[in-house]
């Protein structure tokens, strides 16, 4: 599969008005919950920089290694899943809650982070009909690779599946995050794990957060940052997303701490929960090389893609949701308006290869 560089034509027809740039500030929101997702990734980028600084073994062990990045037309494409586990009576059901594909520039040295609503409804390449959150436990990652390359119009090279547990993991490591809560709400309405069909007064918890700087464990920072039904505010996806802006800020300061770089006991503990806790295609050897990209990446020059059915088509809209809910037994979902991926892969390509 190739790109279309769009670079080279001037037939956007099948933009409807495209325009990249638009949506970068809702888009951001979605960024940060990458980010967080790949926490651990995230970790080992600024351990490797620590290291560099101090004794500079990576390009040494990159250069030896002999590995190369997978690439298309100077792109590399990594698919970012964040896991929710969830027990449904005896069998437990993996559902890729959010679905992220960065898209890297060995040429152009930028990012492009593409998102990919869970409730788009697809079929994927092994024939199985569903949405897309639910192709990774049904159909396995390479074929959630293809699917999502299908959609997006875009070969994916690498992928990397994390869960909530090393959300909390990370930060009990750290002791704790300091994070100042700028109003106080409750949610009465939080879901309990594995509670999913039990009788419905059982099904949740409240929840509850004073305004104010506190500190906030593993298991608390995730319900702070997963919380959508709070009051005083706090029940919009802006609000949520703010929250999560700020864990996920207080976790990079509190990882590239010194404390934290002089502690063996603390980098081994992160070690295990790497180890534990994700399920990629990246070895290690790929690993250095992506540390040796990212010295050449301009990360300020960010791009962002957000598939939805809420905005214009020039800000993502490609998508809406059917009246006639019978094809997908009933269920909430969402299909692309043009009918097929088509100005999907437009969208997408633009903000790839437009300057």
Request: net charge negative; charged share 25%.
């Amino acid at each position: 599969m190739r790109y279309t560089n769009l670079k080279q034509t001037n037939d956007f027809s099948n933009l409807k008005g495209v325009t990249p740039g638009t949506n970068q500030k809702k888009s951001k929101n979605w960024f940060l919950l990458g980010i967080a997702l790949g926490v651990v990734v995230f970790l080992l980028i600024v351990f490797g920089r620590k290291l560099t600084t101090l004794f500079s073994p990576v390009e040494v062990i990159a250069n030896v290694s002999g590995a190369q990045l997978k690439e298309t037309d100077g792109r590399t494409n990594v698919l970012i899943l964040g896991s929710d586990k969830r027990s449904t009576g005896a069998v437990d059901s993996i559902l890729t809650d959010t679905i992220l594909v960065a898209s890297i520039g060995k040429i152009d040295k930028n990012i492009v982070l593409i998102s990919i609503p869970r409730d788009l409804w697809v079929e994927s390449v092994s024939g199985y009909p569903s949405k897309i959150n639910a192709v990774y436990a049904n159909a396995g990652s390479e074929n959630l690779k293809n699917t999502v390359s299908d959609v997006l119009g875009i070969p994916v090279h690498y992928y990397i599946v994390v869960d909530f547990e090393l959300f909390e993991g990370v930060i009990d490591v750290l002791d704790g995050v300091e994070v100042t809560v700028d109003r106080a709400f409750t949610d009465y309405y939080y879901p309990v794990e594995g509670k999913e069909n039990a009788p419905l007064a059982e099904r949740y918890e409240t929840v509850h957060f004073e305004e104010g700087l506190q500190v906030l464990d593993g298991a608390t920072a995730l319900k702070f940052v997963r919380s959508r039904k709070g009051d005083n505010g706090e029940g919009t996806d802006f609000a949520r997303s703010k929250r999560q802006q700020k864990v996920i800020m207080a976790i990079k300061e509190k990882a590239m701490s010194l404390e934290t770089f002089i502690n063996p006991k603390k980098l081994s503990e992160l070690y295990d929960l790497y180890k534990t806790h994700i399920d990629t295609d990246i070895d290690f050897a790929t690993i250095q090389q992506f540390y040796l990209l990212s010295q050449q990446i301009n990360f300020e020059g960010l791009r962002t893609v957000v598939l939805d059915d809420r905005s214009s088509a020039n800000e993502g809209g490609l998508l809406y949701e059917p009246v006639d809910k019978s094809l997908y037994g009933g269920a909430y979902v969402l299909i692309p308006l043009a009918g097929d991926y088509s100005q999907i892969h437009a969208y997408v390509q633009k903000y790839l290869f437009a300057q």
